[in-house]
């Protein structure tokens, strides 16, 4: 195995054959860092530690131990196939044994003796396609109702309320969610003890938000103190987990609102430890419910790792080593492995939204808004700023379709997961070899925008075009709005937009 440079894609090769794991790392190791496993047991245990961080699988059909199949029904089980992709590699290419593969989920079929360039070729554009996939799965919420709109509308001006009181940055509710998503990931990779779904780590993502409301009811020169709480004090600080729960209690008629159970719950426990040493009830172990148990290292590792009115911010690494030597109070050891393997993925995370990077994004979001026509929202604007660390056009949860287009991969993005009404991929490759995409928007449609985008500049990048979409079996007048984008070197890299439904005609 190479050394590991945390900053480079990882690449796990499964093959019982060190000549093949030695051929494929030597045209690989110089753009990835490789991880080696000489069977299908090994792999799934590397998997079960590293899947977060792992970008690609190279695996081999017939080895000894466990198979190439064995480790993907353990991924499709596991779920780790959703996002780490998986090139099967053998030399039996016949049909039966291929259709097998694909139908475990793989993602594309090497055949032996290998093929540098076919190698490197698969590898860089698998590896692209998963790295967009996951930056959508990284969007907002699938739910595009009003209620919904509304509910995160609401969620998140509550949470936003209450930091401003504390006086914090007003990051700690976003890196909270991010960090119990990322560990609810984690965990789901690690064990099925929680049996924890898809739904459920969205559910909890947002209930997180709401873990600290009832610091509302905390005076605020108890809640901003600089220094060391009296005992009196922290009396007084500690009762804001049940205030919050009573705040959320008092909500009669959304009782059975999964939302409000879950925030229940984490408001309440979040301060138990594993021990039963925490407050406000003393619960120990299994007691305390698995979202609580989540919000909570979250919370601490953000709290480490942040400036407060009272202390200078921890390191990462000297966080995680505080957390992991019990200093911060007694965590789950399930849930301290899974701070472990997750860990590369926090930190960056973290990184991204350090106050280094923060002018960027202000930065991009008032350049972007110079042009009245790509005005969105408040909230809009502020859901922008949110994900566009991740380098993309964020979309609200709208009745509008948003769209990226990259030029170097000949790629379309539709987001937030609207193409499912139009009855197409979220990810189009060669959009104009697309029949689906095309049997809604013509080619001819297509190539005029696709001309107009090619006559801007970087002084004049914003396009609006009006055409005509089959949506449905209908058609429909469409309004597109959108953005050409362009790198130091004055280069046309592709654009950002929107597709406003005007109506049937």
């Known amino acids: 195995m190479s050394g590991i440079d945390k900053h480079r894609q990882k690449v796990l090769i499964v093959d019982d054959s060190e000549l093949n794991r030695n051929i494929l790392s030597e045209m690989l190791g110089s753009e990835y860092d490789i991880i080696e496993a000489e069977n299908g047991a090994e792999a799934v245990n590397i998997l079960r530690k590293e899947s977060v961080n792992i970008s690609l699988v190279l695996l081999d059909i017939v080895m000894p131990v466990m198979d190439g199949y064995g480790v993907l029904a353990v991924m499709n089980s596991s779920h780790w196939i959703d996002d780490v992709p998986v090139i099967m590699i053998s030399s039996d290419n016949s049909v039966t044994s291929m259709r097998r593969a694909y139908e475990y989920g793989i993602t594309e079929f090497i055949s032996r003796p290998f093929d540098a360039l076919i190698v490197r070729h698969r590898v860089v554009n698998t590896i692209m396609l998963y790295a967009k996939q996951k930056k959508l799965v990284g969007m907002v919420s699938d739910q595009i109702y009003e209620k919904e709109k509304d509910s995160n509308l609401m969620i998140n001006i509550l949470s936003h309320i209450v930091e401003f009181r504390n006086g914090e940055s007003g990051m700690h509710v976003l890196n909270v969610q991010m960090f ?10 690690q064990t099925d003890k929680y049996n924890i779904s898809k739904s459920d780590i969205s559910l909890i993502k ?4 709401l873990h600290d409301i009832g ?5 605020d020169h108890i809640l901003n103190k600089p220094g060391r709480l009296t005992p009196e004090e922290f009396e007084i600080m500690k009762n804001h987990s049940v205030a919050g729960a009573s705040m959320l209690e008092e909500l009669t008629a959304y009782q059975d609102e999964p939302l409000v159970k879950i925030a229940y719950q984490i408001c309440r426990w979040h301060h138990e430890r594993y021990d039963g040493k925490g407050y406000p009830d003393g619960l120990k172990g299994e007691e305390i419910p698995i979202s609580a148990q ?16 009272y202390k200078k911010a921890f390191s990462h690494e000297k966080s995680v080593e505080m957390i992991m030597n019990g200093e911060c109070g007694c965590f789950n050891p399930i849930l301290l492995e899974c701070l472990k393997s997750a860990s590369e993925a926090i930190e960056k995370v973290k990184e991204h ?38 380098n993309d056009f964020y979309a609200s949860v709208s009745n509008e379709l948003y769209f990226e287009y990259n030029v170097s991969l000949s790629m379309v993005n539709l987001y937030p997961n609207k193409s499912n009404m139009l009855d197409t991929n979220e990810l189009i490759a060669y959009p104009m070899n697309d029949e689906r995409l095309t049997s809604i ?15 801007t500049s970087p002084d004049s990048p914003v396009v609006k075009y009006d055409c005509k979409a089959r949506i449905k079996n209908e058609m429909h007048n469409i309004n597109i709005i959108c953005r050409s984008v362009w790198n130091s070197r004055s280069e046309f890299c592709g654009a950002v937009g929107k597709a406003v439904d005007m109506g049937i005609l």
């Open 441 to 455: 928007i013509s080619m001819n449609e297509l190539k005029k925008l696709g001309m107009l985008l090619k006559n």
């Open 215 to 219: 610091k509302i009811s905390v005076p």
């Open 206 to 209: 947002k209930a997180s938000s």
């Open 353 to 390: 939204y350090s106050d280094e990077n923060k002018k960027k994004r202000e930065d991009f979001a008032v350049e972007l808004m110079k042009y009245d026509e790509l005005s969105a929202s408040e909230e809009t604007l502020r859901l922008l700023d949110y994900e566009r660390m991740k």
């Open 180 to 189: 119990t998503e990322i560990l609810l990931r984690q965990l789901v990779c």
């Open 294 to 309: 989540i919000v909570a290292l979250a919370d601490v590792y953000d709290a480490l790792t942040s400036e407060r009115v």
